[in-house]
């Protein structure tokens, strides 16, 4: 099979798309109960894609009635692992089918360049899928090592309806980290995507139904989060929500719970992670082409962004000319040419967010290195220049606060200890990263940073098979590997007394 290869093509794969916006509930598109619509917009030019159905409680309230009936059909929570491994291998393998329009959507949709969507979202949302369905016929269940007059089972049991909701930097890629995990254990799902990004989400609904998903097993509810999203939280029908998005927002989410059924709740949420780099760094090239990845690829709109540079004084100046350099690279551009390495900010109120912060760190007295301006205003998208900033105080707004940006804050260090401190100084604990050729002071400085993942001479490395997810005000939860089964099923004790 073809692929596109030039933005001609992709713009030409663009305009034949028919794209779904309407519901998807119990294996079926449907308008809003309401019949209320938003409008779906494009960020790299402003226009329209599509309307997109605005559900709301009432939506919430069937979407749930079908997720129950089909959870309590049996249909699938009682269906043999290894049969719902064949499913949902065939679900996985429709999503690679329909890569290219996928990837296409994605693009569209959030801003996020081509080449991301072709080779990170889509095929990592496929491989998401094929991972949880290998994976399930091979997890046993316990005996506890009780008495020789007793047994003792403690097994996994599906929770029951799953919702998840999910944001949109990875719209299709976060939504399977959760959906992969949540449908292999057996549980109904109803997925709402953010929404800025909801139209991946809505074409896999019916690729899930012609993989051979049971009807009203996997959901699709477009809508905004303070209407769908917080029904679906409040419900006293929904026993597990599983969030990907802000600390703030994750912190009603757990009010939503208290207030209605105390339904479990699994978030993982914003940071603000510290890349440290000491003077015996192995490779300076190496160390500066990763920071300049990770703060600028997908825009900076990453939870994982390597947004606090923590440098030691001595390689500083030498760090950041070759930061300033791969700044130069990362240029944005068009997101269906696939060339571009840098595209649009998902939206006016993102773009927005991300100048007034660069505003503020002007204010407040870091020197700005590169960038700190809109860029391609003529095509009426929403471009940042990738954005250095140098003499940043720890204390300071910018390296508080998530920016979700291209936007870097270099902040300098003479010892282990200061690193230590700075990198831990921050409400934040998703990730870190230390590069020394030192491996004591590695394990050292590892084991004393507080986030959920470290990265040893590298940024953002990993693969399914290690959990991510944060500590302290990065929530609570893991997405991938064996880890993120435990969110998605109750554990039962079955004590049998043999002496009878
Ligand atoms: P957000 O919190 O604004 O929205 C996330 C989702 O929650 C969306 O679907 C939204 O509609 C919904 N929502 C909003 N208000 C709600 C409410 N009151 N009740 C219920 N649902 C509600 O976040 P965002 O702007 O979409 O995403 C960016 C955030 O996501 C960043 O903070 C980023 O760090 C975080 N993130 C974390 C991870 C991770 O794995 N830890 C991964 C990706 C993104």
Not at 235 to 260: E, N, P, R
Not at 294 to 323: H, K, P, T
Not at 352 to 371: C, F, N, P, Q, S
Request: charged share 20%.
């Amino acid at each position: 099979m073809s692929h596109p290869a030039s933005l001609a093509e992709w713009k030409g794969l663009v305009d034949g798309l028919s794209i779904r916006g309407q519901a998807f509930v119990n294996g079926h598109y449907v308008d809003a109960a309401s019949g209320e619509t938003f409008e779906c917009v494009n960020p790299a030019d402003n226009s329209l894609i599509t309307s997109v159905a605005a559900t709301d409680s009432e939506d919430v309230d069937r979407a749930v009635a079908a997720a129950r009936k089909a959870f309590d059909s049996g249909a699938w929570s009682r269906m043999a692992p290894a049969e719902r491994k064949g499913v949902l291998y065939h679900f996985a393998d429709l999503i690679r089918t329909h890569q290219d329009e996928l990837a296409a959507l994605e693009t569209i949709d959030m801003g996020k360049p081509i080449a991301d969507s072709t080779t990170i979202d889509i095929p990592g949302a496929a491989r998401c899928i094929a991972w949880y369905a290998e994976a399930i016929d091979k997890v046993y269940d316990e005996v506890a090592p009780t008495s020789h007059d007793t047994i003792g089972l403690i097994t996994r049991e599906p929770v029951g309806v799953v919702a998840c909701v999910v944001p949109w930097n990875f719209p299709l890629l976060m939504a399977a980290w959760k959906i992969a995990p949540a449908l292999a254990s057996g549980n109904s799902v109803i997925l709402k995507p953010s929404e800025k990004s909801p139209l991946t989400a809505l074409r896999i609904a019916e690729l899930a139904v012609e993989a051979g998903i049971p009807e009203g097993v996997f959901n699709v509810l477009p809508g905004f989060g303070q209407t769908a999203g917080k029904a679906l939280a409040l419900h006293d029908d929904v026993d597990c929500i599983a969030f990907t998005g802000s600390t703030a927002v994750g912190k009603m989410i757990l009010g939503y719970s208290g207030q209605s059924n105390m339904k479990r709740v699994w978030l993982e949420c914003g940071g603000k992670s510290p890349n440290i780099v000491f003077a015996d760094c192995p490779d300076l090239d190496a160390a500066a082409q990763a920071a300049g990845f990770g703060i600028f690829f997908n825009q900076g709109e990453m939870c994982s962004a390597a947004s606090r540079l923590l440098v030691e004084n001595s390689v500083r100046e030498a760090f950041l000319e070759r930061l300033v350099t791969f700044a130069g690279t990362m240029q944005p551009g068009n997101p269906l040419d696939p060339d571009t390495r840098m595209g649009a900010i998902v939206d006016q109120v993102q773009f927005d967010t991300v100048m007034g912060y660069i505003e503020k760190g002007r204010e407040e007295g870091a020197t700005l290195r590169v960038g700190g301006g809109r860029a391609l205003e003529e095509t009426n998208g929403w471009y940042v220049a990738p954005t250095i900033f140098d003499d940043v105080r720890n204390d300071m707004t910018i390296a508080q606060q998530e920016i979700f940006g291209p936007v870097l804050s270099t902040i300098a260090f003479d010892s282990a200890e200061e690193a230590l401190a700075y990198g831990n100084d921050v409400r934040y604990g998703l990730a870190a990263a230390v590069w020394t050729r030192d491996i004591n002071k590695a394990h050292r400085v590892a084991k004393g940073l507080r986030a959920g993942t470290v990265w040893i001479n590298c940024y953002d490395a990993g693969d399914l098979t290690v959990p991510f997810g944060g500590f302290k005000e990065s929530g609570n939860g893991r997405d991938k590997s064996l880890h993120a089964l435990d969110k998605y099923v109750e554990l039962k004790t079955t004590w049998i007394d043999l002496g009878a």
